[in-house]
């Protein structure tokens, strides 16, 4: 057994050392925000925060983790950045097929955690996950909404 902290919450968990993270959030918690789009942490759709810093959780082993603070999109909004980067996200109308923005947001979030006034060009290098649909504008400009919320 593993004990790890995610969302406010400790769990004990039965898996292999080098399960990745994204598997027992999604297979093990049952935690099925958090999405598998390409399974070699090139894509983002798989990103969490840990200990603050966002993190392709495919790529995460079990036993790298520790005693880190784990957070997933299933709980952003209990952040009150995480909230605020929701409602930019709603009212800009970003998500168009929606996959890639729980890890979209999960980025943004831990971006406005470190830098609550990103220039564009930190927006640009923080915002590394892909999206399909071509939001990016839009991903951009709910990030500046957020940081002046």
């Known amino acids: 057994m593993t ?9 004990e968990v039965a898996a292999e050392a080098d399960t990745p993270l994204l598997w027992v959030l999604r297979d093990t918690l049952g935690l099925t925000g958090t999405k598998y789009g390409c399974g070699i942490a090139q894509c983002g759709a798989c990103t969490v925060m840990i200990d603050g810093q966002a993190t ?3 790529q995460v082993p079990l036993d790298s983790i520790g005693a880190s603070d784990i957070r997933t999109i299933d709980a ?5 950045v995480g909230r605020k980067v929701v409602e930019a996200w709603v009212a800009d109308q970003v998500p168009q097929c ?7 947001v ?3 979030t831990a971006l406005l955690k470190q830098n609550p006034k990103p ?3 930190d927006i640009a290098d923080a915002m590394t996950n892909l999206c399909r649909c071509g939001t990016y504008n ?12």
């Open 106 to 108: 999960m980025a943004a």
């Open 76 to 80: 952003i909004e209990q952040d009150g």
């Open 119 to 121: 220039s564009d060009a």
């Open 138 to 149: 839009r991903i951009a400009a709910a990030i500046r909404r957020a940081a002046r919320a």
């Open 3 to 11: 004990k790890i902290h995610v969302n406010g919450r400790d769990y």
């Open 98 to 104: 929606g996959y890639c923005q729980s890890g979209q």
């Open 56 to 58: 392709r959780s495919c």
